[in-house]
């Protein structure tokens, strides 16, 4: 497939050891080798991957004329070996297109074979790079970030302790809302869709959280995670993405599971918005929760509470300290300060929030 594609010396990138242990990194090795294609490794990829292991990518990449990049594990280090494709195709500083200076123009071809269903990076353009330098977290989408190809075998997911399964689960739960809380109606389909994609990840989030070892809930979930983020539950653009926002800056800052910080922020970011977004709130209770309150600010509410049910029902915090984070005022002041861009920007489309909505939010989730 890299032959394919055009590659034919290919960078294996991989995380911090789950891909040496389960044996899946010889086998890809090998399997490379067989097919004549050439290779170097660069292994180290930390959750919330950071820029210094993409700088070192891009030095090993042209050291090696590399023109392929094959990513073996999750969200992490996708994104990283995108980083590092986009550094390879372009001049200049890589942060560059993250901090939004320049925009690329480029891309080396990038395949992966995942282990993990959450991010659902493998379907999108974006990819989401930390920099150590002010712990600075910042996404980049772009049309040359998609993958090639993406190999997705559900039972190389077998492996994933509990609070990374659940914690992948609730990242594509939230992919679906963020695109669900729009202020563009995307019409019945795209709706219904969305209610079914929902009811199927947490009908089979349940069934992991009580065996992990189900294969074909496993499957279910890494479906799902390529439906919720590959533009068939809405336009990524169109969605509200605060949660998202906000809680890049939390695993920025203090290097947390994404899913686990979402989970922690939505309900307070929910409760925050849901007055002008009441009847959204209310079709998403009665459709997900089949909650028959006949009065939209109730109904609305009561599904938010089921939400953060759910949440507790599977072990993800719903508050900032649950994570270990005792947040002070100050450092509220600067995931603020960071999250609007240095007083900058709003984020969010169901209400649009300032810098001191998003202290709030976060004082609310604290
Ligand atoms: O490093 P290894 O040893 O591989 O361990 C990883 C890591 O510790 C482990 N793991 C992966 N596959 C495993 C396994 N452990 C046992 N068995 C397996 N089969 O899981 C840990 C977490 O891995 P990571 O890749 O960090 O998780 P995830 O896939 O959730 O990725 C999270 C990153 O993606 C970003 C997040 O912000 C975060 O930085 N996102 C990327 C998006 C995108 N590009 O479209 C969208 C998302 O909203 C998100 O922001
Ligand atoms: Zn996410």
């Given at each position: 497939m890299i032959r394919a594609f055009g590659g034919a010396k290919a960078l294996v990138h991989y995380g911090g050891g789950s891909a040496v242990r389960s044996g899946l990194l010889e086998r890809v090795c090998a399997s490379l080798s067989e097919a004549g294609v050439d290779y170097v490794t660069l292994g180290g990829v930390v959750p919330n991957p950071r820029l210094s292991k993409v700088r070192e990518g891009i030095a090993l990449g042209r050291a090696e004329g590399v023109d392929f990049l094959l990513a073996v594990g999750g969200g992490s280090v996708l994104d990283s070996a995108k980083a590092i494709a986009y550094g390879l195709a372009n001049e200049g500083d890589v942060w560059d297109f993250y901090s939004r200076k320049r925009v690329p123009s480029a891309c080396l071809p990038v395949g992966t074979v995942l282990?993990?269903?959450?991010?659902?990076s493998e379907m999108s353009n974006s990819s989401v790079i930390t920099n150590e330098e002010g712990w600075l977290k910042r996404g980049l989408s772009s049309s040359y970030g998609y993958c090639r190809f993406a190999l997705l075998d559900p039972a190389l997911t077998l492996s994933m302790p509990m609070e990374q399964t659940m914690s992948g689960c609730t990242d594509i739960l939230m992919h679906a809302l963020e695109r669900f809380f729009t202020r563009e109606a995307q019409g019945e389909l795209i709706d219904e869709m969305t209610y079914a994609l929902m009811r199927t990840v947490i009908r089979h989030t349940r069934r992991l959280h009580h065996d992990l070892s189900d294969l074909d809930s496993r499957a279910q979930i890494m479906w799902a995670s390529e439906a919720a983020h590959n533009g068939m539950c809405g336009d990524r653009t169109l969605g509200d993405w605060a949660s998202h926002q906000l809680e890049h800056e939390l695993s920025g800052m203090f290097d947390v599971a994404h899913g686990a910080g979402l989970a922690a922020l939505w309900p307070s970011w929910a409760r925050y918005v849901c007055s002008s977004g009441t009847a959204r709130f209310a079709a998403l209770a009665r459709n997900l929760f089949d909650i028959r309150m006949p009065d939209d600010e109730a109904c609305a509410y009561a599904g938010i509470d089921a939400m953060e049910a759910l949440f507790r029902e599977i072990g993800m915090p719903v508050r900032i300290h649950e994570l270990g984070i005792t947040l002070s005022d100050e450092q509220i002041d600067l995931l603020a300060r960071k999250c609007s861009y240095d007083h900058s920007r709003t984020i969010g489309k169901i209400k649009a929030l300032d810098e001191e909505d998003m202290k709030n939010i976060y004082r609310q989730a604290r």
């Open positions: 282990t993990l269903a959450a991010t659902g």
